[in-house]
Structure formats: C-alpha cells, structure tokens
C-alpha cells in the first residue's frame, strides 16, 4: 500500500508540473502565422493585395489627392510669401503687353526726398541677397521710397523665335531630303553596270594598295559634310540682334512703367539703379528717356549678351546727367569698360560724373554697408545740390522782378 500511495503522488507531482508546459505551447500555437490555405483546384491562386491591379477609380482618387496637396502647397507657399512681403510690398506694374510685379517700401524716414528703382541683374529676383535686399531695406529709413524690380525672362522672345524659325529648318531639311534622293540614282547606275574581269596581277596591285594608308585630301571632308548636314537637321538657336533688340525693348517698357509708378506715389526726384550686367539696359533706357531721371547709379557693371550694345558708353558721352559709377573688382584696378565710361563723361564734360573702386576679394555684408554707404550719401548731396540751385534760380527770378519793376531815373 505504501508502494501504490507513493506512486499516486508522483503521478501528481508530475501532472502539476507539465500544466505550464501545455499552456505555453497552447498560446504559442495561437499566436502562430497561420500557413495560407491551398487552393481547391491547382490552376487557382489566392488573391494577395500586391499583386492586384489598381482599378480606375482607385487611380482617379489617387490623382485627386496629389491635386488637392498640390493645391494646398501651393495655398501655404502664397501665405508664406503674403508674410514675408506685406501686401503694401507687393506691387503690380502694368506694361503695354501683360503685367508684371514689384516690390515697393514706402520711405520711414518721415520726410520724402524722392524714390531709387532698384533693377536686379538678369536672372535674379527682386529680393536677391547680393545688392538688392540690403539696398531696398535700408533706403526708406534715410527718407527714399524704393521699388526694386528684375529684368523678364527671355524665354517668351525665345519661344516665338523658334517657332518663327522652324519653316526654315523644315524646308532645309526638305532640301537636303531632296539632295540625298538625287544621288541615289546615280549610285544605283554606277553599281549596275559591270565591271570588267580583273587579272590575278591587278587584284595583287588592288590589294597592296589598299594596305597602305590613303593621303587623299577629299577623305578628310567627308566628317565635315556629315557635321553640316547633321545641323541642317537639328534647329539652330543664335541670339541675333532682332532677339536683342526685342528683349532690350521690353526691359525699356518695364523701367518706364516703374519710373511712373514712383513718380506718382512719390515726387519728381527719382533715381535709377542697375547692378551687373543689367546697366547695360539702363544706358540704352536712358538714350531714349534722357531726362526722366534726377540721376543714375552703376552698381558691378557686366556685359550682357542679351544687350544690343553690351559694353556701350553711350549716352554718357552726350549728357551731364548725375551718375555715381561703383566699381567692385578685387584688385585696384579699372575694368575696360569703366576706363570708357569715364572718360565719355570727361568729353561731355559731365561734373555730376563720379566713379568709385570698391576693392573686395569676395562678397560678404561688408561689401553691402559700403555700397549702401556711398549711394545713401550720393543720392542726398544730388539732391542738395538741385534744392540750391533751385534756390538759387529763385532768388535771382525775384532780383530780375524787382529790377523790372523800378521806376527808371530820367537824366538831366
């Protein structure tokens, strides 16, 4: 009895024991992955989600979403400019043809001189760091109204100029069509026609001949002719003096709209500010609008390829309009084109003519203080100076008023 007790409690014992054991493989079981069921027949297979085609409606929903995040991109870049531009800022100035925008700061100062058009280099905006920015910022503070604006892209004059130039691309290539179809015959006569049996020494002679190297000159021409008819057939773009000359007009239609648009908000005292290589575009502005201005500013004067007359002094030469000439160059030298532009203001013999070096080996804020420094100053001594010579002309109105206005003296 005592062997059949100490059995049934082993057999407890081990019963105990094992329950967690079969619990764990239990839960284990359930949390298992189950295995995918196999299909009834062999030729079916279960749908998974990655292999299934997207319907057109799904692909219609889709496009709706990425409109409605581009529109809502773009709604948040707008607001985003609306805080960074006031709305007193951004302005519309209307052309001939279209419209274009600016950016306006009203003088806050207190006291209104006058107002700088600030023209950015071509390619960049209204608010380019380089110049512009400092320059339109710190100018209301000294008591000057600024409307900072950029040179229209080329890319309209280009897009009509090709598609003004593609009849003429398309008949070259009609011509060349032509010309190749002409030659055919005559290769097509000459493969006809047999040649006559060659003995075995003339084969040897032909043969050793075309071992060595040929020197004829009409080889070398044969890429050439390749290289001009393949540009026959590709369109060609050249910036002509027509492309020129249209582009420099509409440049002139934006200056001119701008100068009105200060003029009007502000007084008759207006400047007219270039940087790089838009002073090219100023200078042919100014032939045709020479007294619209109080005076100009030529701030790192550059070439321009897209100016009929890229480094011309003209009117410089003519006029004795006030000009502050800034030269930025990292040795203290001249460039060509500022020695030409001083010494057109020397033979019109121009004393408003003023022309700085600005010595710098790179950009940096330093360089915007300096400029900043020096047009500040210059536009108000210009403008000093006009208030005493109107001054002046007063005066001497009303000594010649009261000089007339005498009784004269009858002699004995």
Known sequence: MRHIDSLITCIIILLFNGMPLWADQEDNSTNRPTAPTQPSSAGQQAPSSTNSKATPQENTATS???????????NRSQQALRQVYASDQL????????????????????????????LAEQGN??????????????????????LAISPPSPSPVIMKARKTSSPDSDKANAIDADAKQENKPSDNKTSTNPTPNKTDNEKQQNSANNNQPKTD?????????????????????????????????????????????????TTDKVFLLAIGNSCSFLLSHLKKHPDDYTGIILIDCKPNNWSPASTSVEPLDKLKIPVLDLEVNKTSQYSRWS???????????????????????SYDSTLDKRILKYVSQWVDA???????????????????????GRPRKISK
């Open 339 to 361: 020695q030409l532009r001083k010494a057109a203001s020397i033979k019109a013999e121009n004393p408003s003519y003023r022309q700085r070096l600005l010595i710098s080996m």
């Open 217 to 265: 000159i009409k080889e070398g021409t044969g890429p050439k002719k390749q290289e001009t008819e393949s540009e026959k057939r590709l369109p060609i773009f050249k910036v002509t003096s027509k492309l020129q000359e249209k582009y420099a007009s509409n440049v002139n239609e934006l200056m001119k709209s701008a100068h009105q648009y200060g003029q009007e908000k």
């Open 64 to 74: 709706q979403q990425d409109r409605a995040l581009a529109n809502d991109f773009i």
């Open 91 to 118: 302005i519309t100035i209307n052309l001939p043809k279209g419209k274009t925008y600016g950016l306006w700061q009203d003088e806050r100062l207190g006291l209104l001189k006058g107002a700088v058009i600030l």
């Open 125 to 146: 905006h209204a608010d380019w760091p380089k110049y512009m920015h400092k320059l339109r910022q710190q100018l209301p503070l000294k008591g000057w109204s600024t």
């Open 382 to 404: 210009v403008l000093d100076a006009i208030k005493r010579a109107e001054k002046a002309a007063e005066e001497a109105a009303k000594l010649q008023q009261q000089n007339t």
